[in-house]
């Protein structure tokens, strides 16, 4: 199974909340899960990335948590600003032929931060 | 510095009419992701090519497109008899040799086919 199942769609929340968005793997063979930031009319830019061995990774105000044994991963953005309302995307990636890692993406959640 | 650089950013069609996009990578970079993201959807990759070959292509439709990398000039995703259902944004990611994790996108190509 290639999918990468991304939740909630959409989320609200207050300046200074903190938004989490979660996504799921099936695939066991995945070792690298990127989270991407996209703004209208723009093309996504890496925000943070985790491999398996390490169940937390924190950047600046993002941090990714990561459950191995339940195939899941979260991005926490803490102090959230009005300047963080975008689309996050998750997305996994494993080794195959030679250095080709094909990015499996999830949906997309929408953020929107209240001023 | 620039980053990926993609053209045209927006490009109207009307149906049966051929779609050509091109991406140059980052300096320095040598392998290159072509990615479709349509409406409210998140991005579904479609090949992945280095200087004059083709990697994986297992996400690319079997017919009616192509791409390819010269040697020189920049990566060509070409889109042949171009039918409504193709309309979505192109995304290019580039990432450096050896490197194939971290793959910085460019601003994509909006392909809007009447």
């Known amino acids: 199974q290639q999918q990468v199942k991304q939740s909630p769609q959409s989320l609200i929340v207050q300046k200074g909340g903190i938004p989490i968005i979660n996504c799921a793997y099936e695939?066991?063979?995945?070792?690298?899960f990127p989270w991407y930031q996209q703004f209208p009319g723009k093309g996504p830019a890496l925000l943070i990335a985790?491999?398996?061995?390490?169940s937390e990774k924190k950047e600046g105000r993002f941090t990714i948590s990561f459950n191995k044994s339940a195939k899941q991963f979260s991005l926490h953005i803490m102090d959230s600003q009005p300047g963080d309302s975008a689309t996050y995307f998750c997305?996994?990636?494993?080794?195959?032929?030679?250095?080709?890692?094909?990015?499996?993406f999830g949906s997309g959640t929408q953020l929107t931060v209240l001023p | 510095n620039a980053g990926v650089m993609q053209n045209p950013r927006h490009l109207v069609r009307r149906r049966g009419q051929e779609a050509r996009l091109r991406c140059s990578p980052m300096?320095?970079?040598?392998?290159v992701y072509w990615y479709r993201q349509l409406p409210e959807e998140g991005l579904k990759f479609m090949v992945y090519?280095?200087?004059?070959?083709?990697?994986?292509e297992s996400g690319m439709p079997k017919e009616r497109f192509s791409a390819e990398f010269p040697k020189e000039g920049p990566s060509i995703l070409r889109i042949q008899q171009v039918v409504r259902g193709d309309s979505a944004a192109y995304f290019c990611?580039?990432?450096?040799?050896?490197?194939?994790?971290?793959?910085?996108f460019g601003p994509g190509t909006r392909l809007l086919v009447l």
């Open positions: 997305a996994a990636s494993r080794g195959s032929s030679g250095s080709a890692r094909q990015l499996t």
């Open positions: 090519l280095q200087k004059e070959n083709i990697i994986d």
């Open positions: 695939n066991t063979a995945f070792d690298y």
């Open positions: 300096k320095g970079h040598s392998h």
């Open positions: 990611a580039s990432s450096p040799r050896g490197s194939g994790e971290t793959q910085y």
């Open positions: 985790i491999r398996p061995d390490v």
